[in-house]
């Protein structure tokens, strides 16, 4: 059939679509037949129920179900004549004053835009590099020591110091009263291990056993207790046990411990190097994926469909209702959180998604069998059963798409960064890790 395409505004077109209404009942009339086979009715046998009682009680979902069928089909039919790239949903109003026996609607809808992608080798680009260092490594060994360190109780006369894990018993006031949460006994924690509050912690340090102390306390104004943030405490404390760490030495010991392969000092460093090393690429991986991407929005210019950027918003809103649930917020999914504070966002994401798309299509950047199945052994060699994360990955065609993005993006890096002007930046172990 002849397909007539009407451009309204910039991406959106419309299309008129026309039925035979001849068609829709025989549809209605095959489906409600079909349906009286097992329908039931008080007083009669299943199977013989009178079509005019099943038209009179189904008549209208069934007519609504067919015309919904039949103009997705013939839109579908329609777009595919027309060559169109539909994005979103289209909308469907009726119009009046349709031919005798026919039913005309309107859809109305955008398409996805042409994209011209300008010259990558006209693109600046920051590549950052780090590498670990021996200090990283020591570093790290030590925190796996202080995760497993002993506590001995220290004599009454010795003062709490940073490092010691003390046992108190407090009372907070404000303004002379009690507050919800101000009082606690038998409460540990370390010194200096940033749990506390910095007054806290400095009241407490330099205590000995048995000693009691008042101070003023000020809650910072974002503290997450709201009805307390911003206001003065004084509180109470007094300390009932002060024990004194004691980290585990570096042997063969403490190596077997932690479960390492090579049960050796040796194989600890290595192993830990290992695993920092696989941090760092990932980390390097993201910054310089981020970099190139952040060049790649100023390569082409071309409109957004707003189907797409409402859907990427509506994905957003449900994200960040999420995160509220898991910080245990009551009621995270009933807040009212508007999509349109997202709609910056959602428009880059959208955009940069095209533009990716048309980069790997134009280069024949798609994702092989070889870089997924790499991208999954290596994130799996982060846990204790690669194996068993391998399957996981494997067993959820979600999680699959979501690792097929991840390696598709360094795929347009990697392509970007051999074409594109590159300056190398290197960084410190520390100054990588420390970027969010």
Same mark, same amino acid.
């Given at each position: 059939?002849?397909?007539?395409?009407?451009?309204?505004?910039?991406?959106?077109?419309?299309?008129?679509?026309?039925?035979?209404?001849?068609?829709?009942?025989?549809?209605?009339?095959?489906?409600?037949?079909?349906?009286?086979?097992?329908?039931?009715?008080?007083?009669?046998?299943?199977?013989?129920?009178?079509?005019?009682?099943?038209?009179?009680?189904?008549?209208?979902?069934?007519?609504?179900?067919?015309?919904?069928?039949?103009?997705?089909?013939?839109?579908?039919?329609?777009?595919?004549?027309?060559?169109?790239?539909?994005?979103?949903?289209?909308?469907?109003?009726?119009?009046?004053?349709?031919?005798?026996?026919?039913?005309?609607?309107?859809?109305?809808?955008?398409?996805?835009?042409?994209?011209?992608?300008?010259? +990558?080798?006209?693109?600046? !680009? @920051?590549?950052?590099?780090?590498?670990?260092? *021996? =200090? &990283?490594?020591?570093?790290?060994?030590? /925190?796996?020591?202080?995760?497993?360190?002993?506590?001995?109780?220290?004599?009454?006369?010795?003062?709490?110091?940073?490092?010691?894990?003390?046992?108190?018993?407090?009372?907070?006031?404000?303004?002379?009263?009690?507050?919800?949460?101000?009082?606690?006994?038998?409460?540990?924690?370390?010194?200096?291990?940033?749990?506390?509050?910095?007054?806290?912690?400095?009241?407490?340090?330099?205590?000995?056993?048995?000693?009691?102390?008042?101070?003023?306390?000020?809650?910072?104004?974002?503290?997450?207790?709201?009805?307390?943030?911003?206001?003065?405490?004084?509180?109470? +404390?007094?300390?009932?046990? !002060? @024990?004194?760490?004691?980290?585990?030495?570096? *042997? =063969? &010991?403490?190596?077997?411990?932690?479960? /390492?392969?090579?049960?050796?000092?040796?194989?600890?460093?290595?192993?830990?190097?290992?695993?920092?090393?696989?941090?760092?690429?990932?980390?390097?991986?993201?910054?310089?994926?981020?970099?190139?991407?952040?060049?790649?929005?100023?390569?082409?210019?071309?409109?957004?469909?707003?189907?797409?950027?409402?859907?990427?918003?509506?994905?957003?809103?449900?994200?960040?209702?999420?995160?509220?649930?898991?910080?245990?917020?009551?009621?995270?999914?009933?807040?009212?959180?508007?999509?349109?504070?997202?709609?910056?966002?959602?428009?880059?994401?959208?955009?940069?998604?095209?533009?990716?798309?048309?980069?790997?299509?134009?280069?024949?950047?798609?994702?092989?069998?070889?870089?997924?199945?790499?991208?999954?052994?290596?994130?799996?060699?982060?846990?204790?059963?690669?194996?068993?994360?391998?399957?996981?990955?494997?067993?959820?065609?979600?999680?699959?798409?979501?690792?097929?993005?991840?390696?598709?993006?360094?795929?347009?890096?990697?392509?970007?960064?051999?074409?594109?002007?590159?300056?190398?930046?290197?960084?410190?172990?520390?100054?990588?890790?420390?970027?969010?």
């Amino acid at each position: 059939m002849a397909v007539t395409v009407e451009t309204l505004e910039k991406l959106e077109r419309r299309i008129t679509l026309t039925l035979s209404a001849q068609d829709i009942q025989k549809e209605v009339n095959t489906r409600l037949k079909r349906l009286s086979r097992t329908v039931k009715a008080d007083g009669f046998r299943p199977g013989k129920v009178p079509m005019t009682v099943v038209a009179q009680r189904y008549g209208y979902s069934v007519q609504y179900e067919v015309m919904n069928d039949k103009v997705g089909e013939a839109f579908a039919q329609a777009a595919n004549e027309a060559q169109l790239r539909v994005a979103g949903t289209p909308r469907i109003n009726e119009r009046e004053g349709a031919a005798a026996g026919e039913l005309s609607f309107d859809a109305t809808f955008e398409v996805y835009p042409e994209i011209q992608l300008g010259d +990558v080798a006209t693109l600046s !680009v @920051e590549r950052i590099s780090a590498e670990v260092t *021996d =200090e &990283a490594v020591d570093r790290t060994i030590d /925190i796996l020591r202080k995760q497993r360190q002993t506590f001995s109780q220290r004599a009454h006369a010795e003062a709490a110091i940073p490092g010691d894990r003390v046992t108190i018993n407090f009372e907070g006031k404000i303004d002379g009263e009690p507050f919800d949460g101000g009082r606690a006994e038998d409460f540990s924690f370390t010194l200096g291990d940033g749990r506390m509050l910095t007054e806290f912690d400095q009241a407490v340090t330099g205590m000995k056993t048995g000693e009691s102390k008042t101070f003023p306390l000020t809650f910072p104004a974002d503290y997450q207790g709201k009805e307390v943030a911003g206001k003065e405490a004084d509180f109470l +404390v007094t300390l009932t046990k !002060v @024990e004194q760490p004691h980290l585990p030495e570096i *042997d =063969e &010991a403490f190596v077997a411990s932690l479960a /390492i392969k090579e049960a050796t000092v040796d194989g600890l460093r290595a192993d830990v190097r290992k695993n920092l090393e696989r941090e760092v690429k990932f980390r390097l991986a993201a910054r310089n994926r981020e970099s190139v991407l952040n060049a790649l929005d100023t390569l082409a210019t071309f409109d957004v469909p707003k189907a797409l950027i409402d859907a990427e918003s509506e994905r957003l809103v449900a994200g960040a209702r999420e995160d509220l649930k898991s910080r245990g917020v009551k009621d995270a999914d009933k807040m009212p959180v508007p999509a349109e504070m997202f709609a910056s966002q959602a428009e880059r994401r959208v955009r940069l998604g095209l533009a990716l798309n048309e980069m790997v299509r134009a280069h024949d950047l798609k994702v092989t069998p070889e870089q997924l199945t790499g991208h999954i052994d290596d994130l799996a060699q982060s846990y204790e059963n690669p194996a068993e994360v391998v399957r996981w990955y494997f067993s959820d065609r979600q999680r699959l798409a979501e690792i097929e993005s991840a390696v598709l993006e360094n795929n347009v890096t990697e392509f970007v960064l051999g074409k594109a002007s590159v300056t190398d930046k290197a960084l410190s172990f520390d100054e990588l890790m420390a970027m969010n």
